[in-house]
C-alpha cells in the first residue's frame, strides 16, 4: 500500500469551558493509503469530527503525530503546511458557511487563487472540478439559487480544484435529504474512481457507510473497529453498543443467521439479501 | 410574509443586456460619476434630464420599471419627514415666506430645497439600483478591487478588502434568509411584528438581532476554518480566475456619459437655483 | 379542531421578476386527532404548505380555515391561531432566543398573558413532556445543549403555548440515530398521551412509517398521494419516481414479492418482516432445497 496519510499514535485533549482537560483523541493509529474509499462512522461526539480536522493540520496532536505524503502536521512551518492541504482538501457540514463566494466558479476558483496559479490554469481546473460533479452548467448561478445538496457539490469541486490526493469530508451529508445524499455518494465514488483521490467520508449513517471499501468505527475518541464492511455488520450489538443504526437488510440476515438459517454471511445490501433469500426458498 | 419581497437595492437581475455587458470599472466609475453630478446637480430641468438618462438606462437593461420603483417604497416616509423638516427650517435669507401657521412658517426656498433634496436622495438611490441590479457582486468586487489597485502602492489592502466586500455580499441572502425564519419562529410564538407603529415595531426587531448575530459569529468561524483548509493565507501571491478587460462598448459607454455631463454641466451653469 | 385548506396557491416573490409558484391547488383536510406525516423531495413546497396551517402564510389565493376562521378574513385573531397550532421549525438555533432554558420554553406563555404561577407551570409540564429534567435543565444556557437536546428544548418552547395542533418541521435533520429516536419518541408520546393533531414534516420516509397514521405525498407544489400511511408507502415505485427514499423493509418485502415470495404488502417495520420471511422459509419443503 502506498502510504498517502499516517496517524502515529494520537492522543488529543483541550479545555473544556470549565476548565478541566478533555481527552477527544486516544491512541489513534491509522493508516490511509493511495486511492482509498474510507468511512468513519460514529455517533456525535465520538470524536470524528476531531479527527478529520487533525487530517490537514487545523488541530495538531497533544502527542503522538499526524504524517502526510511523509510531512508531519505539527512542525509549525507555514510552508509546509500549505503543501499539507493542498494535498488534502476538505468539506465540512454546512455548505452555507464553507463558501466564499456568491457565484458558483468564482467560489470554486478561490482555492486555485491562492495558490497563486496562472489564470489560465484556474479556468482549466474549474470547468474540470464542475464538470467532474455535473455541476458544470451552473457554473454562474449565484450560490443562493442553489439547494444544499448542490451546494454540497460546489463545496466539493472547490477541494477537487487544489488537485489533492486526498479529500475528507465531514458529514457532508448530515443536513440533505435522501436524493441529494445519494447523488454526493456516486459523485465521490466517480472521483475515487476516476481521479484516483482517496475519499475519507465521515458519517453518523451505516446506511452510507456500506457503500465504502473499508470502515473505521469510533467511539469515546477511540478507533474501536477497522476494517471491511461486511465484516463489520454483521457485529450488530457492537454496532448497537456504539450508538449506531444497523441497515435493515444486515439486522435481519443476522437475526435469519441466528434462527439457524442459512443466509449467506456479510450480508449489506437489499439485493444482497433477496438475493440470499430467493436461493433458499 | 417574505422579507426579502420588496428589496432590491443590492440584488442583481442576470441578463445580457449591454449594460450587463460592460466592465464593472466602466460601471462603477460611472455610477459614481453620476452620482457625483446628482449631489451638484440644482435646478428641476437638470433633474428631469437626469430622470429621463436614468429611465433610459432601466429600459435599456430590461428592469421592470415597476420592480425599480418598488424599490423606492421604503425610502419615502423618511423623505417625506425629511422634507417637511427642509421646508419648515430652511429659511435662506432673502427667501419670501409662503406660508404661515402658529409658530411654524415655510419660505418658498425651503420647498425648493427639500423637493429638490427628494428628488436627488430618490435617483441616488436608482443609480444604485440599477448598478446593483445590472451587476453581479463578483463583478462589483472585482471592478472596485481593479480600481483600488493602484492604491495599493500607499497601505490600501485593496486585496483584502475586496475579498472582504465578497464574504459579507455572499452572506447577505443567507442572513436575509435567516432573519426571516427568526421572526417566523418568533411570530409562531406569540409575537405579532405586524402590529404597532413604525418604532413599535423596531424595537420587536431586536430580539431578532440576537440570534441572527450569534449565528453569524458561528458562520465567521467555519467560514475562516474553510477557508485555512483552501490554504488561504492573506492576499499576497493571490491570483485571480478573471482578468478584466475594457472592450468597445465601454468606450462608447465613456463617451456617452462625457456627453451627458456637458449636458448637465450647461443645465446647472445656464439655469441656476431656483430660490 | 379540524383544518381545511381549498384551492391554495403559493408564488413565492409574487410580483418581482424572480417570482416563482410554488403550491399549485392544494385541497387538504386534517381532522382531531389525526397523525399526518407530509413528505415530498426538497423544494416541493413541504415548508411552505405546513406555514398556511398557522398563518405564517396568509392565502392570496384560496382558502385555509382553522377550526372555521378563514386566516384570510381581517377579523380573525391570527396570534390566537398560532398559539392553537404550534410550528417547531427545523433548526433549533434559529428559534431559541433566550439565553436560558426556563426562559426561553417561558416566552409564548409570557406572550399569552398568563401568571407568572401560570407560566411557571406551563414551562414544567412542557419539560416534563419532552423529557428534559427541570432540575438540571431549567437554569442551563442554551449553547450548552446537545443537537437532540436544543430540538426538544424548541418542543419544549412551543407546547408551553398549549396548542391543539403541532406541525414539526424536519426536526430530526442531521440528528444522529439515538437523537432521532430520542425526538420521534417524544413525538410519538406527545400523540398518544395528549391526543394531540400531529403534522410531521419530513424527507425521511423511515421516520414516517414509523409513526404516522396517514400520509400526503408533495412533489413539485402539488399532493400527488395522500391515505392510509401502508397504502401510501406501498406504493414504492411512484415514491422512487419523484426522489424519496422508501425505507428499506418495504423496498426489501417488495423485491421479495417480485421474486416470488408469499410475503403481504404493507410491511412497515423490521420485526414484523423478520416473522414473515421466517413464515415462508419454515413452510414444509423448502428446508430440502438447502445444501
Redesign the interface.
Known sequence: MNLLVEFNNVFFSYQS?SGKPVEALREITLQIGKGEFLSIIG???SGKSTLA?HF?G?LTPTSGEVLVAGLSTSTGD?KQL?EI??RV??V???P????????V??DV???????????PE??KR?NHALAALNMFKYR?E???HL???QKQLVAIA??LA?KPDCIVLDEPT??L????R?QVLESLKKLNRDEGIAIVFIT??M?EAVNFDRVVVMEQGEVKVDGLPEDIFSRVELLEKA???I???A??AV??RQ?G??VAPGILR??E??NS??Q?? | MELTRNLTLGVYLPGKTALHCLDPRTKIAGASGLILLLILTNNYAAYASFAAFTLGLILMAKIPLGFALKGLRPMLPILAIMWVFQLLFQKPPGSKVIFSYWIFSATDAGLHIGTLMSIRVLLLFLVTTILTLTTSTVELTDGAEALLRPLQKIGVPAQELALTMVIALRFVPTLAEEAEKIIKAQTARGVDFRRGNFIRRTFKLFPVLLPLFINAFKRADELITAMESRCYTGGAGRTKMKVLQMGKSDYLAWGVFAAFTVVQVFLMLKIGRPY | MPIEIEHLNHTYKEGTPFARQVLFDINLKIDDGEFIGLIGPSQAGKTTLGQYLNALFIPRSGRVLIDGRDTADRKTDLVQIRFEVGYVFQNPEHQLFKTTVGEDIAFGPTRQRCTPEEVRERVREAMLLVGLDEETFYQRDIFALSGGQKRRAAIAGVLACRPRVLILDGITAGLDPRGRKEILDVVERLHREREMTVIFISHSMDDVARLVERIVVLDRGRIIDDGPAREVLARVSRLKQIGLEPPQVIEIMQQLREKGFAVPAGVLNVNEALSEIVKVLSRPGVKENWN
Open positions: 469551558a455517533r456525535n461526539g480536522r490537514n487545523l507555514r500549505l492541504r493542498k482538501g476538505m465540512f457540514q454546512n452555507d458557511n464553507q463558501l466564499v463566494s456568491s457565484i466558479e468564482e476558483a478561490f482555492g486555485p487563487e491562492n495558490l497563486g496559479i496562472p489564470p484556474i479556468r474549474v454562474r449565484p450560490i443562493c439547494s444544499e445538496g472547490g477541494a487544489m448530515a443536513q435529504d435522501p436524493c441529494s445519494k453518523h449513517l446506511s450508538g449506531l443504526d441497515p435493515v437488510a439486522r435481519l437475526e435469519l434462527r438459517f442459512p437489499v439485493e439479501l433477496v433469500l430467493c433458499l426458498k
